[in-house]
Every structure is written in C-alpha cells, then in structure tokens.
C-alpha cells in the first residue's frame, strides 16, 4: 500500500498540471477566442461608447438621480449605489425592522419626486436588487416616471410614452424571464430625443 | 422436554420477570444495549436534578423532574420487563429439562464388549471414547452412539414425544441422548459428548439465552439504532445552545430546561426498539423451542428467514411413505377381477405395505374380501433377492408378481412367452411415475399392478405458496429420472434430482451456492452429514445419526421432514418483528416532536404553540404525556414482541406494503391519539 | 403566481428530464469504458493524458487504492489553490494587482472548491486574478465535480461487479469524466451564455464615465468601473459540475454571469442536468433502468411540493408592503428585475436540492418559508439530485438504510439488487448518513453561543439563526450558498467552515467507496418472489420516509426556532 501510494505521488502531479493546463488555461482560452470571435460586443460587456470614450455597459445599471432621468431600482452596493466593483444585495429580511424602514423611505422618495402619481407604487423601485447593479426595472415602474421626465425634459408624455413602448421587452420566447425595460438604455435615448428635439 | 404452549402471561413466569425488572438496572446488564443505556444516564441525571431542585437549585419545578424522572425510571423497568419475560419462559423450558439430566451411574466397560469387565461410575466422570453398557430400565448417562444392540428408547425428556422409538447399532439410528430412558433390551454405546457439552446441556444453555450471541442483523440494527441515538442526542443537547440564542435574540422566555431536554432525548430516541430487541431475540428462539426444533445459534434461526431454495427428501416428506397399489391393469383376454384375484391370494400374506395396499384395492375396488390364507391351503412364497418375486402357491396355482424382467425370465423358465402387449402396459406405467408389478399365474401373464408414489395431500399448495414467498423447492429421490419426474409434476416441486446419492446431492448444493442462493435442506443419515455441513441452514432429525447431528444447525425433535417449512416462517417472522418494531418506533417521533417541541419553546415563542396540533391542555403536560407514552408503549408491545408479528405466505411486495401499513402509518397515528389520551387523563386528575 | 410562471417551470422540468435519458446512456457508455461518439477525437487525447501522467490503462484498484488516489488528487488541488491564492499578487493576469488572500480565507476556499462545496466567503470580483480565477477556481470546479462523478462510478460497479476486489482506476474515471462529460457540455454551455452577454474577455476592468454622477456628501463620483473576466468559461462549469461558485459576488443574480431570461433558463438545466441523468446511468449500469428511474422519481417527490411550497409563499403579498402603498405580490427585494419572483424561487429550490449552490437572488431577503425550502433540501443530506456523483451516492446510502428497514419488514436479510447489505455495510451507511447532522448541529450550536459566530449575523431575531443554520447546513452538505447577510469572512467561520466542509465531503465519501469494496466483493443473489423490489412506488415512499426521518427530523428543533417560528410570526400566530 505505502509504495502504492509513492507511486500515485508521481501520477498525482502530473494529473493535476495537466488537467490544470487544459481546464484552466486552454479552456477559458479557446472560450474567450470562439467568444470574441462570435460575440465580440457581447463577451466584452454590452459597453457603450460616446465619443469613443465607454459611458457603462447595457447590462450593469447606473445610479440616475436627475429628474430628468429615468432612475432604476434602489441598490445596496456598499460604497455607493450601483458600485459595479462590489455588487450586492441588501439581505435585508422581511422580518427586519431595518428593512420596512427602507422600503419607506424610498415610498415617500418615489412619492415625493413624483406627485402626479397616487396609484400604487410597483414593488421594484422601492426594493433593492440582488445584484445591486440590476439593469432594469419593470414597464410599470418605468410608467410610472413618465410625468417627472416629461416635465423636466419639456417633452410630452406621449413621447416618453412611446419611447418606453419602443424598449419595453417582453418575455423570451413568451414564455421565459420577466417583462422589463432598461433604464440606461431609456435615458441614452431620451438624451438622442432631447439632443435631436434641441 | 414437554412443550406445553405457554400462556404469554404465565403467573410464575410473570412473577420472576417482575422481580428481575428491578435486577437488571445494573449498570453491568444496562450497557449491554446502547440504546437503552443512555435512558440509564437519563434517568440517573433527572434524578440528581431531582435531588437538587429540592435541595434549592431547582431548574424547573422539584414536582415535575419528579415525575419526568419516575416515568423515565419505568421506561427502563418495562423494557427490563420485557427481556425477563423472554427470558423466563426460556428459563422455564429449561428447568423442565435440567429434571431430566440427573447424575446417573454409569456401567463403564473396559473395551466394546457385553462380557467386559463393568466398573460402576458416576455419568460426570465419563469421557468420550468410554464404553458404557446400558440395559433396560436404565437412563443413558451421556450422548453417545450404540456400537452393539437394538434397544427402545423413551426420549420423551427430550422430544417430548412418549411412544418409544428403535434405536440399533450401524445405519442411520445409532445416536442415543443423554438423559432418555431405556424401555427394553441392551446396548453398549461410546460416549461421544464430554459431560457439561451434552445436547441437553446445550439445549438448556440455548433455551436459557446465556450464550446468545447477536446475529448479524441484529448487529447491523444495533448500529442503526446507535447512530440514530447519537444524532438524537445531539439533537437535543444542541437545543440549549439554541435555545439560548433564541432567548437573548428575541430578548423573552427562558432557556429551555435539562429535564425537558432529556425528556425530549428519551422521546426521541429508538427505545421501543431498543427496550425489546433483545426480547424478540430470545421470543425468537423460544418459538423455534416451541415448533420443537433446536437452534445451534440464533444466526441459523435468522439464516432460516432468508433461504431460497429448499431441498426435500421425496420419501417421507412429499410423498407418503410407501408406494401404493392403484390400479389393476389385465393383459389380453384375462379379466380385471381374475388379475385382482390373482394379485390378492398373491398378497395375502405379504405384510409389506406395497402387499397390503394391493389387498386393499381388490377390496375396495373388486370388493374381494380378505381369505385367510391357511383356510384355504395356500402357502406364501416370500420375495428374496434371488428371485426377486413373491407370490402364494395354491392347490393347483402358483401366482408370483414380481419387477417385469424377474417375471419375464420366471415366464421363459416355465416356457411360456412375456406378451409384448403386456410389456407396452409396463412401459406406459413406468412413464407416469408408477412402479409395474408383473402378475403371473404358471406360465401365463395375467396383467400389471400400477403402484404408485402418493403425494401429500396439500403439498403442491403448499410449495406453491412457498414460491410465492420466493422460495423453490428440489425434490431429491433415489428414484431414476422417469419415474421422479412424473412425481415432481404432481407434487409441482421446481426442480429434482433423481439417482440422489450423498455426493451428488452435496455437489447440487454447492451450484445453488455458487449462484448465490441460500439451501436448506434436511437429513438423517450419516452419508447426510456433508450435505448437511454445506447446506446453509440444514434441519437434522433427531431421529438421525449422530454425525447428522452435528453437522445440521437445527434439531428437529419431531423428526418432521416438513418441518423446513415451518422454520422458515420462523426466521421470517423473527426479522419481521424487529422490522416492525423499528419502524414503529421511528415513525412515533414525529407525534413526540408535535408534543414537546410547542410546549419547550412556549415560553420564548409563543407563536410556536401553531405546532400544538393536539392542543395539549398545558405545557407540562404535553411533555409529561410524550414521556408517558413511551414508557407505556414498551408495555403495550411486549405481546407482540414474543409472539411475534404474524406472517403470510405472500410475496415481498405485499407483505411489505402491509406492514408499512400497520407499522409505519401505525406507528405515525398512534402516539397522537395516545399521547394526547394520557394529557386528557392528566388534565382530568388535575396534574397541572 | 401567474400562470406563465407554471408554464415555466413545467417546461425546465421537462427539458430536464427529456435530456436524461439520451445524457444518462451517454455517460454510462463513458464509465463502461465504451465508445460513445465522442472517442474518435478525444481517443487520442485520453491516450496522451495517461501516457504523460503515467497511468497504465490496464490497472484496476482496489477500494483502498482508489480512495488513495482520491485523496491524494483531492490533498494536491486544496494546496495548488491555497498556493495560488497566497502568491497571485506575483503572477500574471492580474490586471487590477489584488493582494493576496488572507491564510484562514485560502484555506477555506480552497477547501470550498476542491470539495465541491464552493462557499464563497470572498468576493470575486474586488479580490480574485484572472489566474486564480481559471486555473484555480476553473480547475477545481472540473476536478472536484469529476472526482464526485468518479467516486458513483466505483460505487455503481460494486454492486455490478461480484467475486472481485477491483472498482476501476480512479484516473481512468477521473480522466474520462472532464474529458468526455464536462468538459464539452462546459464548451457548449459557455459558448450560449456568452451570446446571451456573459462576458468572456482578458481585459482589465473598464471605466465608464457616467452621464448622471452621483453626488455624495464628501465627493461626487463620475465613473463606474466595470469588472471583466474570463466569465462566461467558469460560469458553465459552475453550474455544470454543481460547484456553483460564482464568478463575481452575487453570484448568477450579477447581469454578467447571468443576463437574459434565456441565461438564466440554460443555467438551470444545467444545474440539475447532470445529477438527474446520472440516476439514469446508474440504471443502465446494474442493468435495470426501472432503478435508475424510480430514484430519480423519489428525488422529484421531494423536490417538487418543496419546490412548489418555496414558489407559493414568494409569490404571496405582504401586509407590511401593500399598507404602504406599493403594488405588491411577493417581495422583489435581492430579486432581479429580469429573473423575476418565481424564477428565483424555483432557482433557489433546485440549487439546494443539488449541492450548487449558486444563487441568482439573495435568499437572506426570501420570506421564512421561502428559506426554509433551501435548508430543509440541504437538510435530506444533499442527495435529492445533489452534487455531480455525491448526490447519488449519498443517496444510495439511503437506499441501504431503506432497503434494511424494508428488509427486516419482509423477513429477509437485506439485499440490494443481489448485493447482500450486512453489518458492515450498515455501519458505513450510518456514518454516511449521520456524519451530516452532526457537523451541522454541533457547527450551529457552537456558532450561536460564541461571540464571533453570533456577531456575523445580519438579521435581527428568528431569522438571524436562520443565517447561521443556513450557513452550516450549507457547509456541511457542501452546498455552498448562503444567506448572505451573514458576514463569514471571519477567522471563525473561514477556519471552522473549513473543517466542517472537508468533514462533510469525506465523511460521506470513504464510507461510500468502503461499501463499494465490501459490495464487490460479494456473490449476485438471484432474484424471486421473495425478493424485495426496490423500483416499486412502495418502495420510493418508503426511501423518501428513510430520508425524511434521517434529514430533516434531526433539524426540526433546529427548523422550528429559525424559519417556522419566523414564518408563524409573519402569519400573526401569538399562541395561547
């Protein structure tokens, strides 16, 4: 058994720098070179340039506080929000006292930054994301900052309308995921609306 | 030994198990069961708890850790209650037995010889390899085997059974039992068992339990038990700590007592199983005693439980001892009633039971009475193996029946001719099964007798509920293939081997083996014994030689051949019992952990009291009823325990899903009803 | 819950088990040393590895010798990883120059990923290099679940084989499960999440100037700076091989490791894809599917009301939410917009009930019940699906203790599709099966009193035990997700996280691979009426009985002051 296990000692070393050399090093590799070449956009980051300079990524939200924005959910990343070096989520319980004081602070946020609405206010923009960097928000939290923008941007509702209209996406498929609408994506646009109407 | 069924609560027997309940809390006997073992520590721990919470540093209040503590005092003593009341009915057997196995004097002979010079010693001081001279009237002083003489033998102090039995020198009847009386004649025997290792002392230490080893399965339950305690254990004793964090997390209640984590602990833990596993072990035992069979160890009775294929001896035990005569058949141009005719005056004076059945079915069938055979001049020729015929020469006839070929040339001699017709009758006979008697009257055929193997009556039933139980039966039989098979057929066995000898029935024993099966078989003889040492659970006679004997792992006392059968229902049975009782023991934690775990956390989260699915009036009553009925469960299944649960010749599927039924949803239902039935008792007398 | 959100989740489950069968023959021809469609081109790959390590192809092991070499490949990965992590700072692809890790967090991952477990006390994206990314995490994540798929293997060829002591060679089975199972469902998989938008780059991490900065009190901050990575590789094997460590902090809930619905529907095949079909291979391995089906029907008994259980209390409104105004059904606080309440209830189902692990929401805010799913699935031990190889033959170390019970019931010793179950057999199956509760008890209850361990918690009351239960039941059944808001970047729960996780992993391991030596070693016994049938509905109830009480009745005490007493709270019971 003792030279046994010697002799494995041998075959051990080997197995693992292999294995190490072809899972770790020529797997990402040859992934990251049929990525590159199919999905250069996409394995890069959905980023976004203007004026060759990357403004943020499609996927990785921003944190937007003008009026004249739309603003996308609360987020609990530690430094500050949507601080894409740290995501994270708040783990705040539903039993947590800390967490009901949240949620209402930012229900009288939402409330206060946006008087024309008194109808319920939808679930995502009061509660903070998983990731602390989510993307998106719901066509009706989106909706229901359509009067704020329009009046801060002088433009009628019915263009904010039809731009959420534009980049509202359906479920995949029909079927899979959530419908949803991403606000980085809305605020580029409503800034080429604004840019255009100027 | 006389085996009365004993009433399960026999008063004497009852009487010393109550008694030996209290005797067995030594700590010596308690850690022998793991299980239990460490109810002992809980009940020594409440019970200084108890100490102290009179003394003044009472963690919960002195009346309740009185009442925990007493309750967990009785769970021990039921259990303890139950082994004692196996034991006791062993003990019993075997008191009878020791009144058998009084000091005798020994006629010891200085060599194997009647006129030897006799010296008279005590049967303690006798050795194997002595020669000892017994006559009748006198007991035989130890195991031994008879070197000369023919002697009857009262073995009722072994078998029970009162009707003397033949025991004689050389074949497959020389072993005499130590203990047994000798009714009439000599013999000289040799002493093959040194005395304190005699078959009686074995069977008294085997009926008592004081050499019972764990089975393998018991072992193999014992370590599930062990481990499912260990977790419970650590189940409980890791509450405190949550508990404690509880408390100051929710900042209310008090951290959850030592006395109701141990009440909890004792609960949950395996005990039912664990108070009676040794009980059933022991009932076990005791029902093979009652079928009259001796176990050599409490694996062959387990052993016994899992074998798949049987191997009976045709004589005996699927057919009736002896062939039958069943049929007339006449040859050409000779009635039915002149060959019944023939064959009777043939067999009149043939008293082996072949002879006697022919006379019987010319009486019955051709209704010719029985002629005495002097009245009418006829003088009975007897078979011999020369001729190899029998027959009776009348004035003017002589009739000879006989095998067809000691006919056929008895016929040539006499100048007559075998008819080929006649022939055709014989082959036509043989190919059923049957044996052909050849009759013949001076040099002409008559006609064949058919005789015939009987089989049992039921036993095609019952080998087909043993392959319902899994189990295939092979007949073995000296006969040639012909005929073995025909009766294999009718008795619907699976499989036979004919031509037996004791070499080929050990060579088919070994290829069951090898394929993985588990034999069973039974034997007498002494050219039985290697068989029998290969088989897995071989069954000697105790009629059989004492080489049998020692090579079988079970002595069936009644000589039964069929016997197998029921010991295999006895094996089944024994693991059955534990199977149940451990499922039911488990499935009970659910309904325990519904009683006290509201009641344990009340104080810190009163929400929890959700859980009180039984609305168990307070409190402490709800963790007093679970401890309740613990203890009183261990009582209420004692019955079953050493009767055993019952068993049906059904297949594995079925009885599985019957006694998941009973034993599983039972044993899930039943501590909710009683436990809250001992609450609403408590509450009712006001211990609250 | 919508009616779309049925639809879903039937149509995971049916994709799931539609794969099973084609996937379960693949990887029995694989462990039967067959060919399989694939050895045309890895043939000659395979050949080379053993050529190079020098194993000979030939050679069989004993029980002995392959749980050495296990164990021996398993020592050699925990210390290249801890190795890696301790000197990275100094070796390549380390764009953004993180330090190097702390000794106590080394430990406890490389522990985390060579057993499987893939508890995560670091965040990946502000602390790990490219390097230590792919040839450490990526790595292990291959040869951890291999080892797992190679240790059922010897396992499944004990009770196939008879009258021998030999159970394969360990780098023959280690060898063949990358080369032919993982490795290129890894390379399909990652190439889809990459079109989905999971990144796949070398690129150091980008700066993005914001077109809206934020102003906080002290300084305003004008750009986002975006991680990068080779992402989209270590996702797939993650998911894959059930390690389910994450590439960045939050796991699958980051945009990047898990962008679109469609990603997120391609992850969670492939966390139950290969532990379901391996019941499959385990059928045609014994030569009896029924088998192989009838436990995979007994995990989906478990799995499904559990499941259904964590969907329906996610997807309720809470009194506290709709009093404020806020149009609620079900809590989306630590959800994703994209991913939804249902998708992260049912995900959170299937990676306890396999020990994945991997997380695209955060549990710590689901509501009590909908923590209690994840604990009570780790709870059954980890072998409803559970990991790659351990999930299976962690359960079929139940099905010994079920077959005995159900033995004992019938009458007969014990057996196991003909393998005889004795003492020993019973000795090692209770090891394997009660080893886990009580690392996860006593692990809990220590942390609960001491002071390190009581101040990581991030919920106050009921749920803050949840934490620390979760935490453990995690470590214990190498499951590797958490509730999060327990701060385990200790040098308690680091330290002690680490022995619990090895405890966990090889407690159950050895016993298992000692059944498997003591297995083969028997004679077949032929089946008959008297046989107990272990593929009936019967019998399925009565495993998932024996697992019940060995899992989740030990926890019960445990169970009641976490999450059922915080849910009985929520629903306003007040006792008496």
Same mark, same amino acid.
């Given at each position: 058994?003792? !030279? ?27 992934? !990251? ?77 939402? %409330?206060?930054? =946006? ?35 329009? %009046? ?47 | ?47 200084? /708890? ?151 002392? %074995? ?45 100051? @997390? *929710? ?103 072949? $002879? ?36 009776? =020469? ?52 008559? $006609? ?24 295939? !039966? ?69 009629? $059989? ?112 899903? *019957? ?30 | ?43 000659? /790959? ?36 801890? !190795? ?6 100094? /070796? ?11 000794? =106590? ?170 532990? @379901? ?111 790659? $190889? ?99 970047? *200790? ?17 159950? @391991? ?22 107990? /049938? ?43």
């Amino acid at each position: 058994m003792v !030279t046994f296990i010697v002799s494995q000692f041998k075959i051990v070393v080997r197995v693992v720098i292999l294995f190490s050399i072809l899972t770790g090093i020529i797997y990402p590799f040859v992934i !990251t070179g049929i990525a590159q070449l199919l999905f250069p956009w996409r394995s890069n980051g959905s980023m976004i340039t203007h004026q060759g300079k990357p403004i943020g990524s499609l996927l990785i939200g921003q944190y937007f506080t003008q009026d004249k924005y739309f603003w996308g959910r609360p987020s609990a990343t530690s430094r500050f929000p949507y601080d894409s070096e740290y995501s994270s989520g708040s783990n705040l319980a539903l039993t947590n006292p800390l967490q009901i004081q949240h949620v209402k602070t930012q229900v009288d946020h939402w %409330k206060a930054s =946006n008087p024309e609405q008194n109808g319920l206010i939808p679930m995502d923009l009061v509660t903070a994301s998983a990731s602390g960097l989510d993307p998106e928000i719901s066509p009706a939290g989106a909706y229901y900052q359509v009067s704020r923008i329009a %009046k801060a941007r002088k433009l009628s509702e019915t263009e904010v309308n039809n731009l959420i209209q534009r980049l509202r996406k359906k479920r995949t498929f029909l079927i899979f995921g959530e419908p949803r609408i991403n606000v980085f994506e809305l605020n580029l646009l409503l800034e080429h609306l604004n840019s255009k109407t100027e | 030994m006389a085996v009365k069924s004993r009433s399960l609560w026999d008063k004497k027997i009852f009487r010393i198990a109550l008694r030996d309940a209290f005797l067995k809390l030594s700590p010596l006997n308690q850690i022998r069961n793991p299980v239990m073992f460490t109810v002992y520590i809980a009940s020594l721990m409440t019970s200084w /708890l108890f100490l102290r919470a009179i003394t003044g540093r009472a963690e919960a209040p002195p009346d309740f850790i009185l009442l925990i503590s007493l309750w967990l005092w009785f769970t021990l003593l039921f259990a303890n209650f139950a082994e004692a009341m196996a034991e006791g009915r062993g003990k019993a057997q075997a008191q009878e037995l020791r009144k058998s196995r009084h000091e005798v004097t020994a006629k010891k002979l200085s060599k194997p010889s009647r006129d030897a010079k006799i010296t008279k010693v005590m049967s303690e001081e006798l050795r194997i390899g002595d020669f000892v001279l017994v006559e009748a009237g006198d007991i035989i002083p130890c195991d031994g085997e008879i070197i000369e003489g023919i002697v009857s033998v009262n073995e009722s102090a072994v078998t029970g059974e009162s009707a003397p039995v033949i025991r004689e020198s050389g074949g497959d009847r020389s072993a005499v039992t130590g203990g047994t009386l000798v009714i009439s004649d000599w013999l000289i025997m040799r002493i093959t068992a040194d005395p304190g290792h005699t078959f009686l002392d %074995k069977m008294i230490s085997l009926v008592e339990g004081a050499k019972r080893q764990k089975t393998p399965n018991e072992l193999a339950l014992t370590i599930l038990l062990s481990g499912l305690t260990i977790v419970f254990l650590l189940v409980c004793s890791t509450m405190v700590a949550f508990s404690f964090y509880s408390v100051s @997390a *929710n900042g209310s209640g008090q951290v959850i007592s030592l006395t109701v984590v141990i009440a909890l602990f004792v609960c949950l833990a395996p005990t039912t199983i664990g108070g009676l596993l040794s009980a059933i072990g022991i009932a076990g035992m005791d029902r093979m005693i009652q079928a009259n069979v001796i176990a050599q160890s409490g694996r062959a009775v387990e052993a016994a439980g899992d074998i798949d294929t049987l191997i009976l001896d045709k004589t005996g035990t699927i057919t009736l001892g002896n062939r039958q005569a069943t049929e007339f058949v006449p040859a050409e141009n000779i009635t039915v009633e002149a060959l019944a005719d023939a064959a009777q005056l043939s067999s009149l004076a043939d008293e082996t039971p072949e $002879g006697r059945s022919i006379v019987i079915l010319a009486k019955e069938k051709y209704g010719l009475r029985g002629r005495n055979i002097s009245s009418i001049g006829a003088t009975f020729i007897p078979f011999t193996a020369q001729t190899r015929m029998s027959g009776a =020469n009348l004035p003017g006839r002589q009739i000879r029946k006989g095998a067809a070929e000691a006919i056929e040339s008895y016929i040539n001699e006499q100048g007559g001719t075998f008819p080929l017709y006649v022939k055709s009758i014989v082959d036509s006979i043989a190919s059923r099964g049957g044996t052909p008697l050849v009759v013949a009257e001076g040099n002409k055929v008559l $006609g064949v007798i058919c005789l015939k193997d009987i089989v049992k009556g039921g036993i095609a039933e019952r080998f087909s509920e043993l392959r319902k139980m899994g189990i295939r !039966t092979i007949m073995v039989t000296g006969d040639n293939p012909k005929t073995a098979a025909a009766i294999a057929a009718e008795a619907r066995v699976d499989d036979f081997l004919a031509n037996a000898t004791p070499e080929n029935k050990l060579v088919l024993i070994r290829r069951l083996q090898s394929e993985g099966r588990l034999v069973a078989m039974t034997g007498d003889g002494t050219n039985d014994a290697p068989a029998l040492a290969q088989a897995d659970v071989a069954v000697a006679m105790n009629t $059989g030689t004492q080489a049998a004997k020692e090579a079988g792992n079970l002595v069936d006392l009644d000589s039964n051949p069929t016997k197998l059968i029921e010991v295999v229902e006895i094996g089944k049975q024994l693991l059955m019992t534990r199977g149940a009782l451990t499922t039911f023991s488990i499935a009970n934690d659910i309904a325990k952990y519904f009683a006290i775990l509201p009641a344990a956390f009340a104080s810190t989260y009163p929400s929890l009291n959700a859980l009180n699915i039984m609305h168990l009036s307070t409190e402490r009553n709800a963790i007093l009823s679970a401890v309740i009925f613990n203890a009183l469960i261990i009582v209420f299944l004692i019955p079953l325990a050493l009767k055993g649960v019952k068993y049906h010749r059904v297949s594995a599927s079925k009885l599985l899903r *019957n006694n998941v039924l009973i034993y599983g949803f039972g044993g899930l239902v039943i501590p909710f009803l009683g436990i809250k039935l001992i609450d609403l008792v408590l509450f009712s007398i006001g211990l609250n | 819950m919508k009616a779309l959100d049925c639809v879903q989740i039937i149509f995971y489950l049916t994709v799931v088990l539609a794969l099973v069968k084609p996937l379960g023959w693949y990887m029995a021809r694989v462990y039967e040393g067959q060919s399989c469609g694939l050895d045309y081109f890895l043939g000659p /790959l395979e050949r080379f590895i053993y050529r190079c390590c020098g194993v000979s192809s030939t050679e069989q092991m004993s029980w002995k010798k392959y749980l050495s070499a296990l164990l021996l490949s398993n020592l050699f990965g925990i210390l290249a990883l801890y !190795t890696l992590q301790r000197l990275q700072i100094y /070796l390549p692809l380390n764009p953004q120059s993180f330090q190097n890790i702390s000794s =106590n967090l080394a430990f406890n991952t490389a522990v985390s990923f060579t057993t499987n477990t893939n508890w995560q006390a670091y965040s990946g994206e502000s602390s790990l290099s490219y390097l230590t990314q792919m040839l450490g995490m990526t790595v292990q994540n291959f040869l951890s679940a291999a080892t797992g798929m190679s240790l059922l293997a010897a396992l499944i060829r004990g009770i196939v084989r008879f009258d021998t002591d030999r159970l394969g060679n360990f780098w023959m089975d280690l060898t063949r499960s990358i080369l032919y199972i993982l490795l290129p469902l890894s390379i399909i998989l990652s190439i889809a999440l990459a079109s989905q938008g999971v990144i796949q780059n070398f690129k150091p991490y980008q700066s993005a100037s914001l077109i809206d900065p934020i102003v906080l009190e002290n300084k305003t901050v004008t750009t986002q700076k975006i991680p990068m990575g080779p992402v989209a590789s270590q996702v797939a094997i993650k998911q894959l091989g059930s390690n389910g460590g994450g590439y960045f902090n939050v796991n699958s809930a980051h945009p990047f490791e898990n962008p679109t619905p469609l990603s997120n529907f391609l992850e969670i095949i492939a966390i139950l894809l290969i532990p @379901a079909s391996l019941c499959y291979t385990f059928g045609v391995m014994v030569g009896d599917k029924r088998q192989g089906w009838a436990i995979l029907l007994a995990m989906l008994m478990l799995f499904l009301p559990l499941a259904g259980i964590s969907l329906y209390s996610e997807n309720q409104s809470h009194a506290e939410y709709t009093q404020l105004g806020i149009e609620s059904s079900g809590s989306l606080e630590g959800k994703e917009t994209r991913i939804g309440i249902s998708n992260s209830a049912f995900w959170s189902a299937a990676t306890t009930a396999t020990s994945n692990g991997s997380v695209n929401s955060m549990h710590d805010s689901f509501t009590p019940l909908g923590t209690f799913v994840p604990i009570l699935l780790m709870h059954f031990g980890e072998v409803i699906f559970g990991g790659v $190889g351990s999930g299976l033959y962690g359960m079929l170390m139940m099905i010994i203790i079920a077959v005995f019970v159900a033995g004992l019931l019938v009458g007969r010793t014990p057996e196991y599709l003909g393998k005889k179950i004795e003492p020993y057999e019973m000795k090692m199956a209770t090891v394997a099966v009660l080893v886990m509760p009580l690392t996860v008890l006593i692990s809990t209850a220590v942390s609960v009193i001491y002071s390190e361990g009581v101040h990581a918690v991030g919920n106050p009351g009921a749920h803050g035990f949840s934490e620390i239960l979760y935490a453990w039941s995690s470590m214990g059944n190498n499951n590797g997700s958490s509730m999060a808001g327990l701060n385990a970047n *200790n040098p308690f729960y680091t330290t002690m996280g680490g022995i619990i996780m090895l405890i966990g992993r090889y407690w159950i @391991a050895i016993p298992a691979l000692a059944i498997a030596g003591s297995l083969v070693k028997k004679k077949k016994i032929p089946t008959s009426a008297g046989t107990l /049938l272990t593929h009936t509905p019967l019998f399925m109830f009565l495993l998932v009985s024996v697992m019940f009480i060995l899992g989740a009745l030990s926890f019960f005490p445990a169970l009641a002051l976490g999450p059922i007493v915080e849910q009985l709270n929520l629903w306003g019971f007040h006792g008496r």
